[in-house]
């Protein structure tokens, strides 16, 4: 099942996008792209979230397309968004 959402931003996309690749890096994922749009993968509870981003303007759309059936679309919506801001 995948998710879809927006995360608003302020500043510039380069900013916003260090802070998702040091994320995702920090939990031993990969993360590649550049300023409009690429993929992530990182391990969360021993299962994998895979996705993509896109920059639109000042908006972070992220998809995410593999996740563990335990953890809700809100809850990484929610966990991105407190991360990135």
Sequence with gaps: MACEFKIPFSGNADEILKKAKDLVESQGGSFQGDTFAGEFSVAVFGNR?????????????????????????????????????
């Excluded at 979230?49 to 908006?59: F, K, L, R, S």
């Design 49 to 85: 979230v895979t996705g993509a981003y896109a920059v639109e303007g000042n908006i972070l759309q992220m998809e995410i397309t593999e996740k563990p059936m335990m953890v809700p679309c809100s809850m990484i919506e929610s966990f991105l968004a407190g991360k990135l801001k």
